[in-house]
């Protein structure tokens, strides 16, 4: 192989390489903790995510929302928080 195929097979993988990469946006992340349980909590869940999508985030889509349900169970809040830490949730 000669050395200038070589350069021009480098270069153009070069700059072929990010163009994939920047026609996906990053999906944002955001972390939901609760010390109650999903039960009665479905029309404020509906309205945030009009919210969202009402300043351009759209859920499954360029935003993932994880939830953590306590359901009551005050004890779990610690461990759930440590896993949204973890997930290193955006907000």
């Given at each position: 192989m000669r050395r200038r195929d070589f350069i021009k097979g480098v270069v153009?993988?070069?700059?072929a390489w990010p163009i994939p990469a920047l026609a996906q946006s990053p999906v944002a992340v955001v972390g939901f903790l609760n010390s109650a349980s999903p039960d009665?909590?479905?029309?404020?869940?509906?309205?945030?995510?009009?919210?969202?999508?009402?300043?351009?985030?759209?859920?499954?889509?360029?935003?993932k929302i994880e939830y953590r349900w306590a359901e009551g169970h005050f004890d779990r809040l610690p461990l759930m928080a440590d896993e949204l830490v973890k997930r290193r949730v955006d907000v």
């Open positions: 153009g993988s070069a700059i009665g909590f479905g029309e404020r869940i509906i309205a945030f995510k009009h919210g969202l999508q009402q300043t351009g985030y759209i859920a499954d889509q360029n935003v």
